[in-house]
């Protein structure tokens, strides 16, 4: 399996985006899959798991955000001025055995690599850092992620199925990382004032990670390729999707990512 597909999407929408990640998934038989892709427009998406009442509905109607479930779990991420990955892989493979922590961990090291090559002094946060659970993905931390002086700086979730699994990725390249405060629901607005102290006491974006220096999301998706390669001998072969993973993709965000029903059935 040392030849991997790595396929370049450009922005599409939220239901899009996670039709051909689960298409990727439901379809594997083969090759790993790298995918980077963007959101147009900006998007609200949940975890697999998350509750629709975490949304504040008015401030995602004025932000013009679409919702989206992902097919992963963790907490809400809005995606914005971000890089987005989605890697799949067999259940087979190497990257993808022992438990869930050490695959993270596998995958994170490789992340660190990528960074500390475009000059951001990322480390993996380690030991133990349980706190209460909280509705957005980077208030929460964990022991396998990414941070930079002590912030999070790469979200991180996936969803494992017998013959494959499926991990995200999100690393925001710039803006405010406490704006996902105001697409979710608080109870008033000391609570909400309180989520985005803590956004921006626990995350980071690239610019500010890097000082300033400009890092483009081509530069960022380069250098995770080339972190993969280096560390693992790999071969990456540009592709799209295959007949049966397009289809299987259509059918996915007619029915379910695209179905307000199904994004809001929980």
């Given at each position: 399996?040392?030849?991997?597909?790595?396929?370049?999407?450009?922005?599409?929408?939220g239901?899009r985006?996670?039709?051909v990640?689960?298409?990727?998934?439901?379809?594997?038989?083969?090759?790993?899959?790298l995918?980077?892709?963007?959101?147009?427009?900006?998007?609200?998406s949940?975890?697999?798991?998350?509750?629709?009442?975490?949304v504040h509905r008015?401030?995602?109607?004025d932000?013009?955000?679409?919702?989206?479930?992902?097919p992963?779990g963790?907490?809400?991420?809005?995606?914005?001025q971000?890089?987005?990955?989605?890697?799949?892989?067999?259940?087979?493979?190497?990257?993808?055995?022992?438990?869930?922590?050490?695959g993270?961990?596998?995958i994170?090291?490789?992340?660190?690599?990528?960074m500390?090559?475009?000059?951001?002094?990322?480390?993996l946060?380690?030991?133990?850092?349980?706190?209460?659970?909280r509705?957005?993905?980077?208030e929460t931390?964990?022991w396998?992620?990414?941070?930079?002086?002590?912030?999070?700086?790469?979200?991180?979730?996936r969803?494992?199925?017998?013959?494959?699994?499926?991990?995200h990725?999100?690393?925001?390249l710039?803006?405010?990382?406490?704006?996902?405060?105001a697409?979710?629901?608080?109870?008033d607005?000391?609570?909400?004032?309180e989520?985005?102290?803590?956004?921006?006491?626990q995350?980071?974006t690239l610019?500010?990670?890097?000082?300033?220096?400009?890092?483009?999301?081509g530069?960022?998706?380069?250098?995770i390729?080339?972190?993969?390669?280096?560390?693992?001998?790999?071969?990456?072969?540009?592709?799209?999707?295959t007949a049966?993973?397009?289809?299987?993709?259509?059918?996915?965000?007619?029915?379910?990512?695209g179905?307000?029903?199904w994004?809001?059935?929980?």
């Amino acid at each position: 399996m040392r030849q991997w597909r790595l396929i370049q999407g450009g922005p599409a929408t939220g239901a899009r985006n996670m039709a051909v990640d689960e298409a990727l998934l439901v379809e594997m038989q083969g090759s790993p899959v790298l995918r980077f892709y963007s959101w147009k427009p900006y998007c609200l998406s949940l975890g697999y798991g998350q509750r629709c009442s975490v949304v504040h509905r008015q401030g995602l109607a004025d932000g013009g955000y679409s919702l989206v479930r992902r097919p992963s779990g963790g907490g809400a991420i809005l995606h914005a001025q971000e890089v987005t990955w989605c890697l799949v892989l067999p259940a087979t493979h190497p990257l993808a055995s022992g438990s869930i922590n050490d695959g993270y961990r596998r995958i994170a090291v490789v992340m660190r690599e990528a960074m500390q090559s475009l000059g951001i002094a990322a480390l993996l946060r380690e030991g133990d850092v349980s706190r209460p659970a909280r509705p957005a993905c980077f208030e929460t931390p964990a022991w396998h992620e990414l941070v930079v002086s002590h912030r999070k700086l790469l979200g991180c979730a996936r969803v494992q199925r017998r013959h494959a699994l499926l991990q995200h990725g999100s690393l925001p390249l710039a803006g405010d990382v406490a704006a996902i405060s105001a697409v979710l629901d608080y109870p008033d607005a000391l609570a909400r004032e309180e989520a985005v102290l803590r956004l921006r006491n626990q995350a980071i974006t690239l610019a500010d990670a890097s000082q300033g220096a400009a890092v483009s999301a081509g530069q960022v998706a380069q250098a995770i390729v080339d972190a993969f390669r280096a560390s693992y001998d790999l071969e990456f072969v540009d592709s799209g999707l295959t007949a049966a993973e397009n289809e299987r993709a259509q059918i996915l965000e007619e029915g379910r990512y695209g179905n307000p029903d199904w994004v809001c059935r929980r």
